[in-house]
């Protein structure tokens, strides 16, 4: 049900529901379509690089490091391993495609190059924080937030925390420093 479905079924109409509408409506809240997935698109975080199967990437907002052949069964404090070759990844198979797994949010921003965010929302603690075509939405309250995890709008200004990745073209690791 929407804002207008919702008022207009508590009995509100004309210039009362319009009242109603635009009263806590502030231009950077700008509500979007969180069920609508992006094909593939050229949004890049500010700082990327790409996956090929020959070398590890691995890939964290604002620093990234490309290395030859990464060994990513040395990396400590893993959150999550994700075979991306496994049909439970297939959500990560297409740029704009994002998974939810054990409270974190993975999305392939751009051809090979995953961002990984807490599911749980800086707004209120819920659960609820999705990618949607070029940033990270709550659907709770419509808090927004970049890719590198600062907040887009007043509901999302506290930001949300960023994960490191790290993948060899067949496997994801999302890890704390």
Same mark, same amino acid.
């Given at each position: 049900?929407?804002?207008? *479905? #919702?008022?207009? %079924?508590?009995?509100?109409?004309?210039?009362?529901?319009l009242?109603?509408?635009?009263?806590?409506?502030?231009?950077? !809240?700008?509500?979007?379509?969180?069920?609508?997935?992006? @094909?593939?698109q050229?949004?890049?975080?500010?700082?990327?690089?790409?996956?090929?199967?020959?070398?590890?990437?691995?890939?964290?907002?604002?620093?990234?490091?490309?290395?030859?052949?990464?060994?990513?069964?040395?990396? =400590?404090?893993?959150?999550?391993?994700? !075979?991306?070759?496994?049909?439970a990844?297939?959500?990560l198979?297409?740029?704009g495609?994002?998974?939810?797994?054990?409270?974190?949010?993975?999305a392939?921003? %751009? =051809? @090979?190059?995953?961002?990984?965010?807490?599911?749980?929302?800086?707004?209120?603690?819920?659960?609820?924080i999705?990618? +949607?075509?070029? *940033?990270?939405?709550?659907?709770?309250?419509?808090?927004? #937030? !970049?890719?590198? @995890?600062?907040?887009? +709008?007043?509901? @999302?200004?506290?930001?949300?925390?960023v994960y490191?990745?790290?993948? !060899?073209?067949?496997?994801?690791?999302?890890?704390n420093?």
């Amino acid at each position: 049900m929407t804002r207008f *479905e #919702f008022l207009k %079924s508590l009995g509100f109409s004309g210039a009362a529901l319009l009242v109603a509408m635009t009263s806590c409506i502030h231009e950077e !809240d700008t509500v979007v379509d969180a069920l609508t997935l992006a @094909g593939p698109q050229s949004t890049t975080p500010a700082s990327s690089t790409t996956a090929t199967p020959s070398s590890g990437t691995v890939t964290t907002p604002g620093t990234s490091t490309t290395t030859s052949g990464t060994d990513l069964s040395t990396i =400590a404090s893993r959150l999550l391993t994700i !075979d991306l070759t496994s049909s439970a990844a297939t959500a990560l198979k297409t740029v704009g495609g994002y998974l939810a797994q054990s409270g974190i949010v993975v999305a392939q921003v %751009s =051809a @090979g190059v995953y961002v990984a965010v807490t599911q749980t929302c800086s707004h209120e603690p819920k659960k609820k924080i999705i990618f +949607n075509k070029t *940033e990270f939405y709550c659907t709770e309250h419509g808090a927004r #937030f !970049d890719l590198t @995890g600062k907040g887009k +709008n007043s509901f @999302g200004s506290k930001g949300i925390t960023v994960y490191k990745t790290a993948t !060899d073209g067949k496997t994801l690791v999302v890890y704390n420093s």
